[in-house]
């Protein structure tokens, strides 16, 4: 199995990364916005603190204001589903929405962690680096920032989700087929993350220290600042710094990002926003894939969850640059327009060591679970550049028609995509490795050739056009129409590829109480593949269709939302691993499947049930199957449910409690046996993990808080495949913010 294919256990590239990282003035200055929210906290004081604030947010246009107090869960007002302005009740699809109050509570850092604890999301981990995330049974495959989305390859894994979430104010999570927001992507979720931006006109800020399990360190500085007499240009810089070790032993982290943003209001009805961020992400000692699973007897290796069969030569280094601009201006008659630019550059350097085979439980050797293929692992030297330049316009209002108001959005975004990957690798046999029973994950470092271009290195431009109405049929029954029309073009070193394609999208909202609406929402599916067939040609498009309905309602101006949906999902060439390689590869083969159908139900209540006590409690149950019966994706949980609420005392105001639980039901997977000549099951049964937190505020400017994550220290696996990657032991950490 070649070493840069990740499907197993592996990812690819990039360089090594060890540039000094400076807190520069022109960083902190010249920085942010490329879409989406300006947040403006005006001081006010809430039953629940007297030292809260009351947040106005406004969802990527100013034209329209929300108050909702900022320890809220829910968020007011989004531009999610449609880029028209509402409330989450206005979307006809399943909105989840994770607030700054909720990831401060969960202490949820990355994105990796505010996945793991939203609704209808599941993580398939191939180690402790690498995550990708699914939704009603198909891959994520888009991240937006600000609305504009970057796609990525499964196997190649440049840190999309390891973004840091002090940069952000909250993450978007629309479930379904997005087409409309994102064009070409699978029918599974968008994910949204809308950024920071400089609202103070006054100094202010935040810092804040932690200490945790493995000697984990945090520290964070999110200060504001006007840059003028009256305040109409602003700054804002948020940057920290992070090292641990982890419950694999040897294995380190280090992390270091700045961000900096200027808003300035050109006049009362234009704002210019300009940022600039860096991020970088050093691993020591990783792993490439988990630990095999089993002996080739059939029975399991029973490792322990520290067990690395890193060397200490093995590192995974990431880092991440963008650029952006924003202008939004707001017109006298209710219209406004947004103007996005974006530059981002990511790169991946990497030299690692993977294990894939079974091993005699007496003597240690190995063999492939290939036919034909001699290896047990390998030794991969792997770098990668990501280059994304995408510009966005959009513009929406209100028109009159027949005597009704309605209301218009038009956009159109160029995007363009060069993934530059790079690659050398070298076998590992059975008898070089030795004995597996005594490996202690030393092995020397290979005498590296030159590295090649990946086949899958490309260059995809897209071309779209879009629009939606919302259309008011009467007083309580909306229409939705809209349209993306996509020109994609994708180039590799084995040719040139070419789609076009519209996608509809439709929705009906029936406001049937003063609290309720009833909604049912169609769209399509079209999604262009890297994946490949044994031959080496890549698959066709996924096509299909989407349809969904439901209930929606929130009280209190939308500080407490509820929904419940039903789903069905239809596609046809669905890609799908096999236990073949590519021919003259080690590349994993696909095959495109016909006839998948995912269907089931999702429920949500976000947000605040009093002044003082917040929740989020969510579910799904779905069914994926091909069209022969069998279960489509079986390695991810079909029924979850994620549980987190926190709860302010009456009696003392300074102290609040809370926690949560994330359950999921039995996975399993099918996986090729010793020499491909049988198939074994690896399984993982149903598990909770219960986690708990503490804050008191010591007085208007201090909090300490504590959290304790996997209360009852569960064990349990992440990959469920030939190898095994564990999740995260009962861990700790206490954090003190001081707020200014």
Known sequence: ??????????????????????????????ASSLAHNVVRAAETSTPAAS????L????????????????????????????????????????SIVSTQRMSDQQLQSLNDVLSNTTGIQGISADMDRTNYYARGFLIDNYMVDGIPTAFAERWNLGDAQTDMALYERVEVVRGATGLLTGPGNPSAAINMVRKHADSKEFGGTVSASYGSWNKQRYVADLSAPLSESGNVRGRMVAGWQDNNSFIERYGAKKQFIYGVVDADLTDSATLSVGYEFSQVNTDSTMWGGAPRWYTDGTQIHTRRGYNTAPDWAYNDKENRKVFVN?????????????????????????????????????????SSYANYPVVGGTGYNTGKRKVDAVDAFASGPYELLGRQHELMVGVNYTRQDNKYFSTFENISSESLGNYNDFNGQYPESDWTPRLPASDTQLVRQKSTYMATRLSLA??????????????????????????NITPYGGLIYDFAENWSAYASYTSVFQP????????????????????????????????????SVFR????????????????????????????????????????????????????????????????????????????????????????????????????????????????RARQGSYALVDLFARYQVNKNLSLQGNLNNLFDKEYDTNVASSVVYGQPRNFAVTASYTF
């Open 1 to 30: 199995m070649n070493t840069f294919d990740l499907h197993d256990p592996r990812v690819t590239g990039k360089p090594a990364l060890q540039r000094p990282f400076r807190f520069s003035l022109l960083a902190v200055i010249v």
């Open 51 to 54: 030292d809260s604030q009351t």
């Open 56 to 95: 106005t947010v406004s969802a990527s246009a100013d034209d329209v204001v929300t108050t909702s107090p900022a320890t809220d869960y829910s968020v007011p007002v989004t531009r999610a589903g449609t880029k028209m302005l509402g409330t989450v009740r206005d979307v006809p699809q399943s909105v």
């Open 327 to 367: 202008l939004k201006q707001d017109f006298d008659n209710g219209w406004n327009l947004t103007l996005n630019g974006t530059h981002t550059d990511m790169r991946l350097d990497s030299k690692q060591i993977y294990l894939d085979g079974y091993f005699d439980r007496n003597t240690g050797a190995g063999v």
């Open 475 to 500: 007083d309580p029954l909306h229409l939705i129409l809209g349209a993306r029309y996509t020109n994609w073009n994708r180039e590799t070193p084995g040719g040139e590829a070419e789609e076009n």
């Open 529 to 564: 593949q890297d994946y490949r067939d044994a031959s080496g040609a890549y698959l066709s498009p996924v096509i299909g269709k989407n349809y969904e309905a439901g209930l929606k309602s929130d009280w209190m101006d939308s500080r407490l939302t509820a929904s419940v």
């Open 569 to 680: 999902t239809e596609l046809d060439n669905v890609g799908e691993a096999t236990t073949q390689t590519i021919q003259g590869s080690g590349d994993v083969a696909y095959i495109g499947r016909k006839g998948v159908v995912s269907r089931g139900v999702e429920f949500e209540v976000n947000g605040a049930l009093t002044d003082n006590w917040q929740m989020t409690f969510g579910g799904t149950r779905y069914i994926a199957e091909n069209l022969d019966g069998s279960t489509f994706n079986p390695q991810l949980p079909q029924t979850s449910f994620n549980l987190f609420s926190s709860y302010r005392l009456p009696m003392l105001q300074q102290l609040t409690l809370g926690g949560g639980v994330n359950w999921q039901t039995h996975i399993w997977n099918d996986v090729g046996g010793p020499e491909g000549n049988s198939t074994w």
